[in-house]
């Protein structure tokens, strides 16, 4: 029993699926941008001297790490809306990814703050930098250029999670990749297809990673 | 004689159960070139680190200027100062550290120029000037756009000292500066030393290497158990140590 391929449907429904790569693509940016922004934040946190910020940053990264994706995206578009906060399926799914990522990289920020030579801050606070500067000016980007290849397999990692908004039916690749599925019956030539789109753009986000890796590389 | 620049009085620290300095009393006028030596322990490098408040006392005072460095009393209770007035205090001094800490993602250039740009708020083009001038003094001008990766041992720590000293500080602190240099790199960091204390630089040096603190020091401070055990002009110090304690750590770091 033979199955021949014909992609002739996928074909045809192409410019779905980039369109729903597309979107796949903006909800990554801004889930990890927010999640970038959430996890210095906590990463500090996680790291700073007094108790009292350490404690709610260890916490948040404990509740949201430890959520399945789908259960918080579930939540976001089910629940919040019953607490009164009624927000569309884009941005509710863009929340709870944010909030998961927030935690994904608050734990490899916080592993490249402790690989900061501790020598460095008090070069900083001897020439008279105050704290901020110090965080800002030296900690931040020598923390930021270490935690680039982590950096780089988070951040895939998180861009394929977007497919689990299919669930609560935002139009992005793998929803888009199920619904054309769906309409044409042809399974294999679909999700051979949506594999290549993915594997395609999270190949072409490593090796811009890899390309700003080797710029900012402290060798230099 | 002139008001002295730095004052410590009776000045106590200890980490955790430890009482690292018991009382440390040490007035230095501008001009003097101090070396302080003494076994691993004995608290020299803590009492450096409390003049420029990288480390909190708990007792006795430092005084630069007449100006109480990192604590205010008020209603006789005894507060560290607001974190902006402590980095402007620390400014007064300048520090090169055992490790060097150059920003490694900076250039030499770079790592001169960042105090200068964002502690004394000059332009940049006045930074980048004034941060020339150090490197050509300490003769790593043509090594300025290099990244600390890239240079030795002792251009590192000769970027870190003109780092320090383009701060125009009232006093430098040298925390065991030549330690982790190979043997070979120590003279040319002493040099660099050497020429600033001709210039006129107050310095406190602490130092392993006795010959060095023999030949530039004005005065020697021995440090023995976290007090200060003896302390004097090094001709006299070095040639009859009036301590057992001090003869026997000269004959142990065979100073001949």
């Not at chain 2, 009085?9 to 159960?17: A, E, I, N, T, V």
């Not at chain 2, 209770?77 to 007035?85: C, L, M």
Request: aromatic share 8%; charged share 20%; hydrophobic share 45%.
């Amino acid at each position: 029993m033979g199955y021949t391929l014909n992609f002739s449907a996928v074909w045809r429904s192409f410019d779905d699926l980039l369109f729903g790569l597309g979107l796949s693509l903006l909800l990554a940016v801004l889930s990890i941008g927010i999640g970038c922004l959430i996890g210095l934040v906590l990463a500090f946190g996680q790291t700073a001297r007094q108790p009292l910020l350490r404690a709610p940053a260890g916490l948040y990264v404990t509740v949201f790490r430890n959520t399945p994706l789908l259960v918080l995206v579930l939540i976001s578009f089910f629940t919040l809306p019953q607490l009164g906060l009624r927000l569309s399926k884009t941005n509710s799914f863009v929340l709870a990814l944010s909030l998961y990522s927030g935690a994904y990289l608050a734990e490899v920020f916080r592993g490249g703050l402790l690989g900061v030579p501790k020598g460095l801050r008090e070069a900083g606070l001897a020439i008279g930098l105050t704290e901020g500067q110090i965080r800002r000016r030296i900690i931040l980007p020598i923390m930021l250029r270490a935690v680039l290849p982590a950096l780089g397999s988070t951040f895939i990692g998180l861009f394929k999670d977007t497919s689990l908004a299919a669930a609560i039916a935002v139009p992005e690749l793998t929803f888009e990749a199920r619904k054309i599925n769906v309409e044409s019956f042809r399974v294999v030539e679909t999700w051979l297809v949506a594999s290549a789109l993915y594997v395609g753009t999270c190949s072409i986000l490593a090796a811009l990673l890899r390309r700003v890796e080797a710029r900012l590389s402290l060798a230099g | 004689m002139s008001a002295p620049l730095l004052e410590i009085r009776d000045l106590h620290k200890s980490f955790g159960s430890v009482e690292v300095l018991k009382g440390v009393d040490c007035t230095v006028q501008a001009g003097e070139v101090i070396s302080i030596i003494g076994s691993s322990g004995s608290g020299k490098t803590t009492m450096l680190r409390c003049v420029n408040m990288l480390e909190d006392f708990e007792g006795g005072s430092i005084r630069i200027d007449g100006e109480e460095i990192g604590y205010l009393t008020d209603g006789g209770r005894r507060r560290r100062k607001p974190e902006r007035e402590i980095a402007r205090q620390r400014a007064l001094t300048g520090m090169a550290f055992q490790q060097f800490n150059l920003f490694p993602h900076m250039t030499a250039l770079e790592n001169v120029m960042l105090g200068l740009t964002l502690v004394k708020k000059m332009p940049a083009d006045a930074a980048r000037a004034t941060a020339e001038g150090w490197l050509d003094r300490v003769g790593l001008l043509n090594r300025k756009d290099h990244r600390p990766s890239k240079l030795s041992g002792g251009q590192l720590q000769r970027v870190a000292i003109a780092r320090a000293i383009a701060m125009s500080p009232r006093l430098m602190l040298f925390d065991e500066v030549t330690s982790a240099l190979d043997p070979e790199l120590v003279a040319e960091v002493l040099q660099v030393i050497t020429d600033l204390a001709r210039d006129g630089m107050t310095m406190l040096i602490v130092t392993h290497e006795m010959r060095f603190a023999f030949d530039v020091s004005n005065r020697v401070i021995f440090m023995n158990q976290g007090r200060i055990g003896e302390e004097g002009d090094p001709k006299t110090m070095f040639a009859n140590p009036s301590t057992e304690r001090l003869a026997e750590f000269l004959k142990n770091s065979r100073f001949s």
